[in-house]
C-alpha cells in the first residue's frame, strides 16, 4: 500500500473536547463536525465524541443527514439552517436543530406542517455582516418563534468575526451588543468559536461552539501552545521514493524554483497536490524527516514534492515523512504549514481528498 495517508487519533479528539468543557465548565458543549470534521472523517469524530458532548454542528442538511444515516442519533445543530419545505420536513424526520438566520427561513417554518417541532437557534448579526437578524429586530423575531407551534426551544446566537485576534477590540464590542439585545429575553445563548473558547471567558454563555480546537489546532496565528493542552488529531504522512544528488548550481522540480546554493541531496516523497498538500506551498516549508526539520524545495507537483534533506542524516528510502502532525516529539502543526502557504490550517485539514486514506488510531 502507499505509504501516504491520514493517521487521525480519536483519542487526541476526545481529549480536546473535554479540554473544551473544562475551560467553559458552566456551558454546554455542541462539536462543530462540519466539512467531513475539518477533514478528519464526521462520521468516525461524530461516533467517537458523540457521547462525550451535547450536541454536533454541521453546516447544511446533507451533512446532517449523512450522520443520522450513519446512526448517529443525539442533536445535531444545521449551522446554515433551511429554507425549503421538504428539506424542514426531513429536519423534524431526523429531529434536527435549526439556525434561523433570516426572514425567508422564519416564514418557512411558519408555515410549514411538520411531524414535530423544532429546537430553533436564531442567529443575530453583531458585527459580523454575513449571516443574521439584526439585533434590533430580535425581540419581535422570538415573539414570533414563540408564537410558531413549529418552534419547540429558542436559543440565541451570534458568531465572532475577529475573536483569533484578542487584540483587537472586536470582540467585546460584539459581546457587548450581543449582551444588549439579549439580555431581557431570558433565553439560552450561544457566541463562541473556538477562538472565543480559548480567549473570552466572558463569551462563553450557557453553549459553546467549537471546532477546530477539538482537532488539536490552535485558531491564533500568534500564541503558541506551550501548555500542550490540545493533541494534534491528524497526522499526514508519506514516505521517502527516491534520493539523489543534486550539484551546486542545478535546480529542481517545475519551473526550476528552486536551485542548490551548495552540493545538496533531494528526497523525493509521494505527496503532491492532489492528496491534500497545498501546492501554494513555497521553498523552505518544513516537513518533519527522521525526527528533524527539512525544507520544502521546489514546486509542489501533483503526486509529489521535493525536499532538501542534507543537513538530515541518515536518510532512506522508505523512511516516513510527515507533513504535518506529530514525529516521536517534533510537532507541526497545519497552522505553521499553512502560513508557509499563505493559508490557514482549517483549510488544508478540511481540503484532504478522498484519494489519501485516513486511518483511525486510539479508536
Ligand atoms: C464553523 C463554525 C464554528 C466553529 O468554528 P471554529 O473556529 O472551527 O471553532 C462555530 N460556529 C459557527 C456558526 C460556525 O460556522
Not at 502507499?2 to 473544562?22: G, Q
Not at 443527514?65 to 429554507?83: F, H, Q, Y
Not at 543537513?311 to 514525529?327: F, P, S, T
Not at 505553521?336 to 479508536?363: C, D, F, K, S, W
Amino acid at each position: 500500500m502507499r505509504a501516504t495517508e491520514a493517521l487521525i487519533d480519536l483519542s487526541a479528539i476526545k481529549h480536546n473536547v473535554a479540554h473544551a468543557k473544562s475551560l467553559a465548565p458552566k456551558a454546554r458543549c455542541v462539536a462543530v463536525v462540519k466539512a467531513n470534521a475539518y477533514g478528519h472523517g464526521a462520521i468516525a469524530v461524530a461516533k467517537a465524541i458523540t457521547n462525550d458532548t451535547d450536541a454536533l454542528a454541521v453546516a447544511c442538511l446533507e451533512e446532517a443527514l449523512e450522520l443520522r444515516d450513519s446512526a448517529v442519533t443525539g442533536p445535531i445543530l444545521v449551522l446554515e439552517g433551511i429554507c425549503q419545505h421538504e428539506s424542514l420536513v426531513l429536519a423534524a424526520k431526523h429531529n434536527l436543530w435549526l439556525m434561523i438566520h433570516n426572514e425567508a427561513q422564519l416564514s418557512a417554518l411558519e408555515n410549514s406542517h411538520l411531524s414535530q417541532p423544532l429546537s430553533c437557534w436564531l442567529k443575530i448579526d453583531t458585527g459580523m455582516h454575513r449571516l443574521g437578524f439584526t439585533p434590533t429586530d430580535i425581540s419581535k423575531t422570538v415573539a414570533r418563534l414563540k408564537h410558531s407551534q413549529n418552534c419547540q426551544s429558542i436559543t440565541l446566537a451570534t458568531h465572532f468575526a475577529c475573536a483569533d485576534e484578542p487584540d483587537k477590540p472586536d470582540t467585546d464590542s460584539q459581546i457587548e451588543l450581543f449582551d444588549r439585545a439579549t439580555q431581557s429575553l431570558q433565553l439560552p445563548r450561544s457566541a463562541s468559536n473556538s477562538a472565543g473558547v480559548l480567549a473570552f471567558p466572558h463569551g462563553h454563555y450557557d453553549w459553546i461552539r467549537p471546532g477546530y480546537m477539538l482537532y488539536g489546532n490552535s485558531p491564533f496565528q500568534h500564541i503558541v501552545d506551550t501548555a500542550d493542552a490540545l493533541r494534534p488529531a491528524m497526522q499526514f504522512q508519506c514516505e521517502v521514493i527516491a534520493l539523489r544528488q543534486v550539484p551546486k548550481g542545478d535546480t529542481v522540480g517545475y519551473s526550476g524554483v528552486w536551485q542548490a546554493a551548495k552540493d545538496s541531496v533531494i528526497a523525493t516523497l509521494n505527496v503532491g497536490y492532489a492528496d491534500g498538500y497545498p501546492r501554494a506551498a513555497k521553498n523552505g516549508t518544513p516537513i518533519i524527516i527522521n525526527g528533524q526539520r527539512a525544507k520544502l524545495a521546489g514546486r509542489v507537483s501533483m503526486d509529489m514534492i521535493t525536499v532538501d534533506v542534507t543537513d538530515i542524516e541518515n536518510v532512506n528510502l522508505g523512511d516516513i515523512a510527515v507533513l504535518w502532525g506529530k514525529q516521536g516529539q517534533l510537532v507541526l502543526s497545519a497552522g505553521e504549514v499553512a502560513q508557509h502557504a499563505g493559508t490557514i490550517g482549517y483549510e488544508l485539514t478540511t481540503r484532504m481528498p478522498p484519494r489519501t486514506p485516513r486511518r483511525y488510531i486510539n479508536t
